[in-house]
Structure formats: C-alpha cells, structure tokens
C-alpha cells in the first residue's frame, strides 16, 4: 500500500544540499551528489514534483529502477551504461538540465558564485565540471589545506548525462549512499536488498540547514543580508538582538484585504497547473482608473514600502486602447487590487470568452512558464524595479567626495562602472543629435575636471530611480538620457520655487 510520508523533499539542489548528500569535495563529486538529490526527490518529493514514483514503503532497487525509466528492463541493465535509447527516458537528461532546467528552476550564475566561495575554480573549469562531471580538481578555501591540483575527477558523465550509469552504479553506490546518510533504511529479504522509506528526514541534514534552508532564504533577494539573517535571527541568551526595520504604507484598514489577496494567490500557486487570474485594479499611473487585466501570477515581492505581486500578461492601459497590444510582466500593488478572480482552466473557454492569445497560453502553461528567477534575470540587467519598462544608458556625475563615502567600496561599486570624461563625451555625441545640447553637456563635462563619471543601464520612467536621485541632492547629476536631465531640471525649478524668499 503506498502511503503518503509526512516529510517532502522539495530542497533546491543549492551548493549547501548538495555539500550535505555525499562526503568530501562536490569537485569529485558534483554528478553524485545532484544524483542522489534526484533520487531523493523520487522518493519523497511533493505531489506536484514530476519525479516522485508512486513507491510503496517498501521496494527493492528494481521496483524503483522499472517506474524511475523508460523501458527499464532492456536498456538499464545491470552493468552496462544504457544508451540514448529514448528523449523521454530520464537517462538522457544532462547533469546541467537537472540542476538548473528543472520546475525548480535554479539561477546558475548565482549557483556557480555559490560554487566558488567553497571551491577555488577557474569558470571555465567549473563550466567544463557542469558539462561532463569532469574537471581538473583545485585547492579549496579551507586554510591548511594541501590538495594538489593533480588530482582528477571520476569517469566522465557520457554525453554529460547525468544518469547514464550502470544500475550496478546506482544501487551499489547511490543507493548505498543513502543508507549510509540515514535517508533509506535497508533489511534482506529472500536474498534481496528491501529498501524502506523514513518518517524523518536525517537528524544530520535537518540540523545543518535548520529553519534556515536556502529555499527559504531565497526571500532576501539580497544574499549578503539573507546570511546576516541566518546568523542572528534567532535571539541570543533569550533576547532579540537583530530586527530590521521596514516602512509599510498599506493603510490598516486594508490589511484584511491585502491578507485576503496573499491566502487567494497561496492557494493558487498549490495548483499544478497555475491558472491564469483576472485582476480589477486602481493605477495610480493612470489617475486611478480602475482597469481589468488577465494575467499569469508568479510572485509576490516586497520592495521599499509595500507587497507587489508580479504577473505575466496585459498591463495596465487606457480603455481606448488594446488590451493585448502589449504582453509584458507588471507589479500590481497589492492594495490597489480590488477583485481577484480564477479564469477557467479551459483551453477553449480562455481563448474564445477571454480572448487570451494561444501564444501566452502555451507560453504560461508549457515547458517553462514565467516565474520568479525570470523577475531576478529581469533586475539583474537594468537599474529598477519596473521590470516592464525599457532599458537605457544612464551616465551620472558624482561629486567626488560623495562618491568615496557613498558609491566606492560598496555594492554600488560593482553597479555603477566608472568611465573617463573623453568617454562621456563620444557618448554625448552618439547619444544627442542636436548641436547645441551636445556643446552645452560637454562643457559640463570639461568644466567638471575632478568628479567622477559613471555609467549604468536603468529602467526609464521609473519613479524609483527619480526619487533616488533626487535624494543624492547636488551630489550628482544626470548628464544622459537628455530626456531624464530635462524631467530633474524640470522637478528641482519647480521644487525650488516653494522655497523661494
């Protein structure tokens, strides 16, 4: 009888799991270790993992072998590394697709600055460790530690393929693996190994990773803060000593509301199929018109001063317009929602009464639908927060003082990349069109011989860039766009003339 376990593994195959499933370094490792992460998932994944076997308590390898492939008894034999034999057959799916191409949906930049903090590895060796399973091994960051670099890497995957290994492999050294590490118990009978599966997951594992999993803490979308919280969360002696301090504009009276919204989408997104919502809204960008839109859900955030939820679909647009002109991501202000509703699940029904267009269907219900690593790639490339709003270069002029107390040795320092003032001026001239404004900022620029250029792509019309710029006061200022100088100018004449004497 198979019976559903109370423990679900639905851990991210982060750097810190993936130390915590097999000994020693994952250089050696790496393709063992996302392996048994994989069995694991098909042993005690979610109802809405597609990995989970329908196992019952008990198995034996085979039992587990059969259901796990495709035409398992031909191609998976005990000693042989089973061929390409069919796309469908998880066989054929490469080391790097688990990791980072799964429902889980992994970023891989992020993973592999993950990887480096432990290990001391040149990219394109860790590409190649990512490819193959194979790499040329380096010392690790652990002080007195003499690893040479001689050492290599296990047998290379075949085809990078993660699981073209012998079911001798598998059950010899997988599956003993997971025995060993608690996550399987193990009793002959008849003359075979009879697996059982735990009601708890390893003490071992548990305690490492605590209340503090990196699923969790993918919350912080900042990872230095994420790790200051998971070291002072907790209080300390039985006193609180971290907090932190957040502004929340929602009005209280629609904290019920805006609770009512986050249990809705919570329920939604325990569907394995994620339908597609309609949203009446009051935009602010549109002078508080109240708008309809159908949109795909993806994520709540919470940035600066209230929760957004992020969907993929129609934006916000005067009713004259459209509705489907334009498909793009938006954040919606929770408590401007006044109405959320479930669309049907129905093909036909979104197409003909909703007229949502077969591309975003297929697009939102396919292989890999929006979700919320597509939001951080997204901010990842552009200064901002409005995702939905187009790049453009942005070149500032720092006083230089501000700029060392304010920008150097910070994170902004990486943000903002610095350029010489011959630069800002071919940028100028590429940039403008109009004579006169060019000879006007590039007698800025020569007039300004000691600031500090730099330049960063950001997110046009986003009021948090104005409002962060604002605040930098006559620290900085904007040189190109033009558009975005004229609109400072613009707002600082008009904001100086209520202070005028």
Same mark, same amino acid.
């Given at each position: 009888?198979?019976?559903?376990?109370?423990?679900?593994?639905?851990?991210?195959?982060?750097?810190?799991?993936?130390?915590?499933?097999?000994?020693?370094?994952?250089?050696?490792?790496?393709?063992?270790?996302?392996? @048994?992460?994989?069995?694991?998932?098909?042993?005690?994944?979610?109802?809405?993992?597609?990995?989970?076997?329908?196992?019952?308590?008990?198995?034996?390898?085979?039992?587990?072998?059969?259901?796990?492939?495709?035409?398992?008894?031909?191609?998976?034999?005990?000693?042989?590394?089973?061929?390409?034999?069919?796309?469908?057959?998880?066989?054929?799916?490469?080391?790097?697709?688990?990791?980072?191409?799964?429902?889980?949906?992994?970023?891989?930049?992020?993973?592999?600055?993950?990887?480096?903090?432990?290990?001391?590895?040149?990219?394109?060796?860790?590409?190649? @460790?990512?490819?193959?399973?194979?790499?040329?091994?380096?010392?690790?960051?652990?002080?007195?530690?003499?690893?040479?670099?001689?050492?290599?890497?296990?047998?290379?995957?075949?085809?990078?393929?993660?699981?073209?290994?012998?079911?001798?492999?598998?059950?010899?050294?997988?599956?003993?693996?997971?025995?060993?590490?608690?996550?399987?118990?193990?009793?002959?009978?008849?003359?075979?190994?009879?697996?059982?599966?735990?009601?708890?997951?390893?003490?071992?594992?548990?305690?490492?990773?605590?209340?503090?999993?990196?699923?969790?803490?993918?919350?912080?979308?900042?990872?230095?803060?994420?790790?200051?919280?998971?070291?002072?969360?907790?209080?300390?002696?039985?006193?609180?000593?971290?907090?932190?301090?957040?502004?929340?504009?929602?009005?209280?009276?629609?904290?019920?509301?805006?609770?009512?919204?986050?249990?809705?989408?919570?329920?939604?997104?325990?569907?394995?199929?994620?339908?597609?919502?309609?949203?009446?809204?009051?935009?602010?960008?549109?002078?508080?018109?109240?708008?309809?839109?159908?949109?795909?859900?993806?994520?709540?955030?919470?940035?600066?001063?209230?929760?957004?939820?992020?969907?993929?679909?129609?934006?916000?647009?005067?009713?004259?317009?459209?509705?489907?002109?334009?498909?793009?991501?938006?954040?919606?202000?929770?408590?401007?929602?006044?109405?959320?509703?479930?669309?049907?699940?129905?093909?036909?029904?979104?197409?003909?009464?909703?007229?949502?267009?077969?591309?975003?269907?297929?697009?939102?219900?396919?292989?890999?639908?929006?979700?919320?690593?597509?939001?951080?790639?997204?901010?990842?490339?552009?200064?901002?927060?409005?995702?939905?709003?187009?790049?453009?270069?942005?070149?500032?002029?720092?006083?230089?003082?501000?700029?060392?107390?304010?920008?150097?040795?910070?994170?902004?320092?990486?943000?903002?990349?610095?350029?010489?003032?011959?630069?800002?001026?071919?940028?100028?001239?590429?940039?403008?069109?109009?004579?006169?404004?060019?000879?006007?900022?590039?007698?800025?620029?020569?007039?300004?011989?000691?600031?500090?250029?730099?330049?960063?792509?950001?997110?046009?019309?986003?009021?948090?860039?104005?409002?962060?710029?604002?605040?930098?006061?006559?620290?900085?200022?904007?040189?190109?766009?033009?558009?975005?100088?004229?609109?400072?100018?613009?707002?600082?004449?008009?904001?100086?003339?209520?202070?005028?004497?």
């Amino acid at each position: 009888m198979i019976t559903e376990k109370k423990e679900i593994f639905d851990y991210l195959p982060t750097v810190e799991v993936l130390k915590l499933l097999t000994p020693g370094s994952l250089k050696q490792n790496l393709a063992k270790a996302v392996r @048994l992460w994989v069995i694991l998932r098909s042993l005690y994944g979610g109802k809405n993992d597609d990995v989970k076997l329908p196992l019952a308590e008990e198995f034996t390898f085979l039992e587990w072998r059969n259901l796990f492939f495709i035409d398992a008894k031909k191609h998976h034999s005990r000693d042989s590394i089973p061929s390409l034999h069919d796309l469908e057959c998880r066989c054929s799916r490469k080391l790097i697709d688990w990791l980072f191409s799964s429902y889980l949906r992994l970023d891989k930049s992020q993973w592999c600055q993950t990887f480096r903090k432990y290990y001391e590895i040149e990219s394109v060796e860790l590409e190649k @460790l990512l490819l193959t399973g194979v790499g040329s091994s380096c010392q690790e960051n652990h002080p007195g530690n003499k690893q040479q670099a001689s050492k290599r890497f296990s047998k290379a995957l075949t085809d990078g393929r993660l699981f073209a290994v012998t079911s001798r492999n598998l059950q010899e050294n997988d599956f003993l693996a997971l025995v060993n590490l608690g996550w399987l118990n193990v009793k002959q009978k008849n003359g075979n190994d009879v697996y059982t599966k735990i009601d708890e997951f390893p003490e071992i594992f548990l305690s490492s990773t605590g209340n503090y999993l990196e699923k969790d803490r993918e919350q912080f979308t900042h990872e230095e803060l994420s790790a200051f919280n998971n070291s002072l969360s907790q209080p300390i002696n039985g006193v609180q000593r971290f907090f932190i301090h957040t502004e929340y504009i929602i009005h209280p009276h629609l904290y019920n509301h805006v609770e009512s919204l986050q249990q809705q989408l919570k329920q939604i997104w325990q569907q394995e199929k994620i339908p597609f919502i309609k949203l009446t809204y009051r935009s602010a960008k549109l002078y508080q018109d109240t708008i309809d839109c159908l949109v795909y859900p993806v994520c709540i955030y919470y940035y600066q001063r209230a929760p957004y939820l992020f969907a993929y679909g129609q934006i916000p647009r005067p009713e004259e317009e459209d509705a489907w002109r334009q498909i793009n991501w938006y954040d919606y202000r929770l408590d401007r929602i006044l109405e959320l509703s479930v669309l049907s699940p129905s093909r036909d029904e979104l197409d003909k009464k909703y007229h949502i267009p077969k591309h975003l269907i297929d697009k939102c219900w396919g292989k890999y639908p929006p979700s919320p690593n597509d939001i951080k790639n997204k901010m990842s490339e552009a200064w901002g927060f409005d995702i939905y709003q187009p790049e453009e270069l942005l070149i500032l002029r720092f006083n230089q003082y501000f700029y060392a107390n304010n920008i150097q040795g910070t994170e902004r320092d990486e943000m903002f990349i610095k350029v010489d003032s011959i630069k800002v001026q071919t940028l100028i001239k590429s940039k403008l069109t109009s004579l006169p404004e060019q000879k006007y900022l590039i007698s800025q620029v020569k007039s300004y011989k000691n600031s500090i250029y730099c330049k960063i792509n950001y997110r046009q019309n986003d009021n948090n860039i104005v409002m962060r710029l604002r605040a930098w006061g006559p620290n900085v200022e904007v040189i190109l766009p033009w558009s975005l100088r004229q609109r400072m100018a613009k707002e600082i004449t008009e904001t100086y003339q209520f202070y005028r004497e």
